[in-house]
Nanobody, 127 residues
């Protein structure tokens, strides 16, 4: 199983936009819920968004709701994260991950417990 991830938009200033994508291989992509997670320096990994394989429903953490949008293209085995109105505090390494069940959400927080993980992509937002 492998994720190939990238970021479109380069270094961005606060208020700008970026799009992340991860293309998966080695497993039946459309059988899996896909999530985006992030980890800032000195902080624990946190869930950002996820999209169900069953009905395409999505969930976004409160910290990104209204600014980030997750989507998937099953024909291309690819998941996207459109990030708008970026803030300095969005700076982190972003990971995509896959699981056959949606992640547990506790108190609005997406638990970072998934079966398979990508290698991480650095997003830097300058203030």
């Amino acid at each position: 199983l492998r994720f190939s991830c990238g970021v479109w938009g380069g270094l961005v200033q606060a208020g700008g936009s970026l799009r992340l994508s991860c293309t998966a291989s080695g497993f039946a992509f459309d059988d899996y819920t896909i999530g985006w997670f992030r980890q800032a320096p000195g902080k624990e990994r946190e869930g950002v968004s996820y999209i169900s394989n069953r009905d395409g429903s999505t969930f976004h953490a409160d910290s990104v709701k209204g600014r980030f949008t997750i989507s998937r293209d099953n024909a291309k085995n690819t998941v996207f994260l459109q990030m708008n109105s970026l803030k300095f505090e969005d700076t982190a390494v972003y990971y995509c991950a896959a699981d056959q069940s949606p992640p547990t959400v506790i108190g609005g927080l997406i638990m970072p417990i998934m079966d398979y993980w990508g290698q991480g992509t650095l997003v830097t937002v300058s203030s």
